[in-house]
């Protein structure tokens, strides 16, 4: 697994050691499974949605460092957030880790530190580990109710 030292930085380790947001919140509005069996992680997302914003959010369940720290990252960017700049937010993530042509207008979009996970940009098959919880989290929005698989 040496590859991934080059991704490892500190926000990414960091938040795989003191995952933000883990466990699940009181009185949910929304919540979702995900698997990636291509890694083996695994989540359950809880969110609690009020006034058409996302109140509160967070997650457990088991995976790589890099799907926990994506996990801990997006709770933490997602706070206060509507369904629709969650989408936003998403489309810049997921096109930023996998289109060799990123939109302008999308490389503009500042993401804080989510964009400390873009070195996973450069090993496929780990995109689907940073992508797993945004995808979960789509699904409880959407009140999708068969668990998210990324294969
Ligand atoms: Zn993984």
């Given at each position: 697994?040496?590859?991934?030292?080059?991704?490892?930085?500190?926000?990414?380790?960091d938040h795989n050691r003191?995952?933000?947001?883990?466990?699940?919140?009181?009185?949910?509005?929304?919540?979702?499974?995900?698997?990636?069996?291509?890694?083996?992680?695994?989540?359950?997302?809880?969110?609690?949605?009020?006034?058409?914003?996302?109140?509160?959010?967070?997650?457990?369940?088991?995976?790589?460092?890099?799907?926990?720290?994506?996990?801990?990252?997006?709770?933490?960017?997602?706070?206060?957030?509507?369904?629709?700049?969650?989408?936003?937010?998403?489309?810049?993530?997921?096109?930023?880790?996998?289109?060799?042509?990123?939109p302008a207008e999308l490389?503009?979009?500042?993401?804080?530190?989510?964009?400390?996970?873009?070195?996973?940009?450069?090993?496929?098959?780990?995109?689907?580990?940073?992508?797993?919880?945004?995808?979960?989290?789509?699904?409880?929005?959407?009140?999708?109710?068969?668990?998210?698989?990324?294969?």
């Amino acid at each position: 697994m040496s590859d991934l030292s080059d991704i490892y930085q500190e926000v990414i380790l960091d938040h795989n050691r003191h995952p933000r947001n883990r466990g699940v919140v009181d009185h949910p509005t929304h919540k979702a499974e995900g698997y990636n069996p291509l890694c083996g992680d695994q989540l359950y997302l809880t969110l609690r949605m009020k006034d058409g914003r996302i109140e509160d959010v967070a997650f457990e369940g088991h995976g790589c460092a890099i799907s926990t720290a994506s996990s801990s990252l997006m709770t933490e960017a997602l706070k206060g957030a509507t369904l629709a700049e969650a989408e936003e937010l998403f489309e810049a993530f997921h096109s930023r880790l996998t289109d060799d042509e990123c939109p302008a207008e999308l490389l503009a979009k500042d993401l804080g530190k989510l964009e400390a996970l873009q070195g996973v940009k450069e090993f496929p098959v780990r995109v689907k580990c940073a992508t797993l919880c945004w995808h979960t989290m789509l699904a409880a929005l959407h009140e999708k109710q068969d668990p998210v698989s990324t294969e």
